[in-house]
């Protein structure tokens, strides 16, 4: 968690030194900055109508070039920076067409959309059943591009697909209706006006939309006004005011003061017959036009900083980060988790299928939890004593937003937001060196797990998957590994289809079947025999032609010397084992003499545990000499394995039985991967005498 973070933050240090690198080119190449100004006369009549367009004001009566210039000095200062993100959104809107346009298909979408969507403006062509639309196709579209840059949504309503909902609204004719919402109080009632102009155009229709929603703006004409206004106010404590000697204020600006509506009041200063103008000097204006936010902490003079340009998009930027609300607090918090969550596609590390898989699961938890986080989050800023908790928390980060480093970040934002290619193929490179770096970092610890191979990894997550469809006790506790414990014999599986108990079974590591112990059966006779032959036998060749288990040392264990650590046989034996072990020492050891000339053991003698030789069976094993798996004797020279529980059997009898699934002893019932308490404690006092030896 921590290393992908650091490598997230990483990554926007190197988006913040890229911007400032193309910001250095752009300067080499045209020795000038974004933020410089640039004189409107010098600009073509092309270019200063794209930039009227930008700020929503209109310019059908001005027909001459030194009018309109006019009108853009009298709007803001223009910048290099602004020039050119007005050109790009131009280019972009003739590529994009009316593609943004609804169409509704009756009453019920009519009113979901419009009417009760209560924070922004719609504009919708409503067209009469079996009559023409007001606008052609081509004049609404164009009509659709120049709206839809001030942020004011379009839709078309036909009536032949409702006609009762057109008869009960009135509308009998094809004309254009606008949704605004009546008051200035977050999530007001919604007001739905029809143009009844006589000139059906666009600049027209534009003129009547902008009309109608700079009324919601207040609009001051005297200084007395000014003053009453500029009070600080506990109500709308954030206030922008806009200084300009214009009729109406520019579109963009009207369009902000919707989608703030309920915490920042817009307020429009028309200057143009302002009667004492040392009421400006007094509260900081100087010059106009001027963009003012008025705040607890003071006023902060917009368009000053970098990227803060007379649009749209970028004053909807600055003011969001300003007085943010829940919801943008939220989509923050939801991206930076998502781009945290994607590192995990460069650092982990092996198969690709490996690495998409665990990015799914990383995506699926941060975003699980980051839901669930929000819940506790929303609930407490419900509560009325947390008020001063929240105020100061807009205190701190509007003191933070106003400084130069936070501009820069948002001019950033703001790039990085327009070039979408460049935000990923810097990520992916990104990603890539991290890559690169986690498989140097772990070079000299690599694990099998980075080794592996797509099919591989997929065999494994496969096993895990079909161990968590019929074992889910234990798929919990065992996640899917590169070596997989599943059997390769498909009938297992309608074997364990048998068993009433399929979902209650545990799914047991058979590994521990390896750590079981395992030894060599051996007669008394065959003890001496070996004893002797290694006596009169010295040459190197008879020990080297002398099998490896002949030339071990026949010395007694331990625990066969401990009589403390001894288990008592007949009482925690079964009833044939207990009967076959029931001779006293001293018949055991005359039986010993008895048979030292036996070279082999057969099954009868076997049944004679007096003539097997204890001292090779393992500490805690109760000595018995019969296999109840396949109920034959023990035979000299095979292999016997025993269980926690101290039973024992023929090796293969007893392995083709846990492997079958049945992980206990077939005596007593005791789980075989399961240790005894006494037996836990011999091996403690084993270990303490050996210390102690």
């Known amino acids: 968690m921590w290393l992908k973070l650091f490598f997230l933050l990483l990554y926007f240090v190197v988006l913040f030194m890229l911007a400032r690198i193309f910001e250095a080119v752009v300067w080499y190449e045209t020795g000038m900055f974004a933020t410089q100004l640039v004189d409107p006369v010098s600009l073509s009549f092309e270019r200063l109508k794209t930039i009227l367009e930008c700020r929503g004001l209109g310019y059908s009566g001005l027909p001459e070039k030194k009018d309109v210039s006019e009108l853009v000095e009298k709007s803001g200062e223009l910048t290099h920076g602004e020039l050119y993100s007005a050109i790009k959104k131009e280019k972009e809107r003739t590529e994009a067409g009316d593609s943004g346009s609804t169409h509704f298909s009756g009453e019920m979408h009519f009113y979901e959309l419009v009417e009760d969507t209560k924070d922004g403006i719609w504009l919708v062509q409503v067209i009469a059943q079996d009559r023409e639309a007001l606008l052609s196709k081509s004049s609404w579209g164009k009509m659709v591009q120049k709206v839809s840059q001030f942020g004011i949504r379009t839709g078309t309503f036909n009536c032949s697909n409702d006609y009762r909902s057109c008869i009960k609204r009135g509308w009998q004719r094809s004309t254009l209706i606008m949704s605004v919402p009546q008051t200035s109080a977050s999530k007001g009632k919604v007001m739905l006006k029809e143009y009844n102009g006589r000139h059906i155009t666009?600049?027209?229709?534009?003129?009547?939309?902008?009309?109608?929603?700079?009324?919601?703006?207040?609009t001051l004409h005297r200084s007395e006004q000014l003053v009453e206004e500029w009070r600080s106010d506990p109500a709308h404590p954030v206030k922008m005011f806009l200084f300009a000697r214009l009729s109406q204020p520019p579109a963009f600006f009207s369009s902000l003061s919707i989608k703030f509506t309920g915490r920042i009041d817009f307020i429009f200063v028309d200057t143009s017959h302002w009667d004492n103008h040392s009421s400006l000097s007094e509260i900081g204006v100087t010059h106009s036009p001027a963009y003012i936010l008025k705040m607890p902490e003071g006023i902060y003079r917009y368009g000053n900083s970098t990227g803060e340009f007379l649009s749209l998009a970028a004053m909807d930027t600055f003011l969001r980060s300003v007085q943010p609300e829940v919801n943008d607090l939220f989509v923050l918090s939801l991206v930076l988790?998502?781009?945290?969550?994607?590192?995990?596609?460069?650092?982990?590390?092996?198969?690709?299928?490996?690495?998409?898989v665990v990015l799914i699961r990383t995506l699926g938890t941060y975003n699980s939890i980051l839901l669930v986080s929000w819940l506790p989050v929303l609930a407490l800023l419900q509560l009325s004593y947390l008020d001063s908790l929240y105020g100061y928390s807009l205190k701190l980060l509007r003191y933070a937003d106003t400084t130069t480093l936070a501009s820069l970040v948002r001019s950033d934002w703001t790039f990085y937001s327009s070039h979408p290619a460049l935000f990923l193929s810097t990520y992916l490179a990104h990603g890539l060196l991290v890559d690169y770096f986690e498989k140097k970092r772990r070079c000299g610890v690599r694990s099998p797990e980075d080794s592996t191979t797509n099919l591989e990894w997929l065999a494994s997550l496969w096993d895990w998957y079909a161990s968590y469809l019929f074992h889910p006790i234990a798929s919990l506790q065992q996640l899917p590994s590169d070596q997989s414990d599943w059997e390769d014999d498909p009938n297992l599986l309608f074997e364990r289809l048998a068993f009433p108990d399929l979902w209650l079974r545990p799914l047991v590591n058979v590994d521990y079947i390896k750590a079981l112990p395992t030894w060599g059966f051996r007669s008394v006779g065959q003890l001496h025999e070996e004893s002797s032959q290694s006596d009169s036998e010295n040459s190197p060749r008879t020990?080297?032609?002398?099998p490896p288990h002949e030339r071990r040392g026949h010395k007694r264990s331990e625990c066969s010397k401990d009589k403390s650590i001894q288990l008592c046989v007949n009482s925690d034996m079964d009833p044939g084992g207990s009967s076959s072990s029931s001779s006293s020492s001293s018949s055991s050891s005359s039986s010993h003499h008895?048979?030292?000339?036996?070279?082999?053991?057969?099954?009868?003698?076997?049944?004679?545990?007096?003539?097997?030789?204890?001292?090779?069976?393992?500490?805690?094993?109760?000595?018995?000499?019969?296999?109840?798996?396949?109920?034959?004797?023990?035979?000299?020279?095979?292999?016997?394995m025993g269980l926690p529980c101290g039973h024992a059997f023929h090796q293969q009898c007893i392995v083709v039985w846990l492997a079958g699934g049945r992980h206990c002893c077939p005596v007593c019932r005791w789980p075989s991967y399961k240790k005894k308490q006494q037996q836990r404690n011999a091996e403690n006092i084993s270990a303490e005498n050996t210390v102690r030896d």
């Open 202 to 218: 666009i600049e027209h229709i534009f003129r009547w939309m902008t009309s109608h929603v700079a009324h919601r703006i207040k």
């Open 337 to 356: 988790i998502n781009l945290l969550a994607w590192m995990d596609l460069f650092i982990t590390q092996g198969a690709t299928v490996k690495r998409f």
């Open 543 to 546: 020990r080297h032609s002398t």
């Open 594 to 640: 008895d048979e030292a000339e036996d070279t082999c053991l057969t099954p009868e003698a076997a049944s004679n545990p007096q003539c097997c030789d204890w001292s090779v069976w393992p500490c805690g094993v109760l000595q018995c000499s019969e296999c109840v798996v396949c109920l034959e004797n023990f035979v000299s020279e095979e292999l016997l």
